[in-house]
Structures are given as structure tokens and as C-alpha cells.
């Protein structure tokens, strides 16, 4: 898994509380990405950094928030949980690779049960 | 907006026979492409990467082609193995900033003993 983990594994919480999802990189890369991934709509980006304290949104940023203050470490915050947000969370880095292109690759994933 | 999409969500081989597993791109802009395999319960996994000035790229058992004219890439599995049945997504990357990928659906082999 390229030096990323991720915490917890496995996560089961009730409608309205906060989770806080960790990724960890062994590697000091610059960009790291949350990705969520649902049946029939692959994996969609939440949001991403491309350094320490630079976040930026993707296609789906609607109800998280991350931070990343260190840059080994890239959290992914469920403010108020809801059942929609119940699938598998994927973080990601990129690693440069030949020429100028940037390969991302991911953590083992953590899947969440919002009840 | 672009997307990257496949054509087949599930391909059923034989083991031992070769697999292709095909992509269509619509983003002309895009200069770098992934593939990657998912086994159930697993992120994704790296498997072979192309640029667009190549048409061709070898791995060990894998090939990729990419053919720009009609935006299409395809994933070549030689000789087939039972541990090749996973979900394999193709990703694009348009040299954005934050050099972001846009992914497939996916596409589900399934191999035959």
C-alpha cells in the first residue's frame, strides 16, 4: 500500500455524531487525496491537499472537512454523520513518476456504517 | 462533463486464455493514464501506466494500448490466472494542478478454473 495507512479500518456510528477518519504516509509526499467509493459511482474525490494546511475541494466535499497539519498526516472529518455517508473511504498519494506524470496510490481503506 | 467510462461492467474468461478489458476517454486533454486492479475488500492497485506520446506499454503479463484517435485504452491480461479476477478501473489525468484522476466505473473479470 506505498507506505499509507489508514484508521481506523472499520467504523460503525449513529446518525449525527462526528468521525474523524486518519490517513498516514511514510513518505512525505506532497498531495494526498480522500477518495469515497459507492456501488455504481466508482470512486469520487472529496477533497485533497497538495501541502501542509493546502486543502482544496473535489467533486464531493459536501458535509467533510480535512485538515493536514503535518504532512505525513491528512484527516478526513464527518462533522454531523449521515446515512448517506455510509461507504468505503479511500486515501490516496501521489508519487511522482515517469516524466512528468504522477501516479496516485492507495490506502486499504475504511469502511463506515452510519446508522 | 468528461469522463473516462468502460465498456463491459463484467468479462468472464477461461483461465490460461488472455483478457482485454477496454476503456473510452472523451477528455482530449489528457496526457497520462492508470489502470488499476481492485480485489474485493482492497484499495486499488497499481498495475501499468501510459503517456500519451506512447501507443504501447509491456508489464509482466499485462500490456496497455492506447490509441488517441478514437480515445480509447485497453488493459491485455496474458494467460489469465484465477488471482487476476478483481475490478479493474482505467484513470485519467488531464496535467491539472492537483493532479487529480477522473476514473471508470470498472470492469469485473471473473476467471474460470
Known amino acids: 500500500d506505498a507506505g499509507i495507512t489508514q484508521s481506523p479500518r472499520h467504523k460503525v456510528t449513529e446518525t449525527g455524531t462526528p468521525v474523524t477518519l486518519r490517513c498516514h504516509q511514510t513518505?512525505?509526499?506532497?498531495?494526498m487525496y480522500w477518495y469515497r467509493q459507492d456501488p455504481g459511482h466508482g470512486l469520487r474525490l472529496i477533497h485533497y491537499?497538495?501541502?501542509?494546511?493546502?486543502?482544496d475541494k473535489g467533486e464531493v466535499s459536501d458535509g467533510y472537512s480535512v485538515s493536514r497539519s503535518k504532512t505525513e498526516d491528512f484527516l478526513l472529518t464527518l462533522e454531523s454523520a449521515t446515512s448517506s455517508q455510509t461507504s468505503v473511504y479511500f486515501c490516496?498519494?501521489?508519487?511522482?513518476?515517469?516524466?512528468?506524470?504522477?501516479?496516485?496510490?492507495f490506502g486499504p481503506g475504511t469502511r463506515l456504517l452510519v446508522l | 462533463g468528461e469522463s473516462v467510462g468502460l465498456h463491459l461492467p463484467t468479462l468472464s474468461v477461461q483461465e490460461g486464455d488472455n483478457s482485454i478489458i477496454n476503456c473510452a476517454y472523451s477528455?482530449?486533454?489528457?496526457?497520462?493514464f492508470i489502470w488499476y486492479k481492485q480485489e474485493s475488500g482492497k484499495g486499488p492497485q497499481f498495475i501499468i501506466d501510459i503517456r500519451s506520446n506512447m501507443d504501447k506499454r509491456q508489464g509482466q503479463r499485462v500490456t496497455v494500448l492506447l490509441n488517441k484517435t478514437v480515445k480509447h485504452l485497453s488493459l491485455q491480461i496474458a494467460a489469465t490466472q484465477p488471482g487476476d479476477s478483481a475490478v479493474y478501473f482505467c484513470?485519467?489525468?488531464?496535467?491539472?494542478?492537483?493532479?487529480?484522476?477522473?476514473f471508470g466505473g470498472g470492469t469485473r473479470l471473473m476467471v474460470k478454473p
Open positions: 484513470a485519467e489525468n488531464t496535467g491539472n494542478a492537483g493532479n487529480m484522476l477522473t
Open positions: 491537499s497538495y501541502g501542509v494546511k493546502d486543502t
Open positions: 490516496a498519494i501521489s508519487v511522482p513518476g515517469p516524466g512528468a506524470s504522477e501516479t496516485q496510490y
Open positions: 477528455n482530449s486533454a489528457s496526457d497520462y
Open positions: 513518505e512525505n509526499h506532497r498531495y
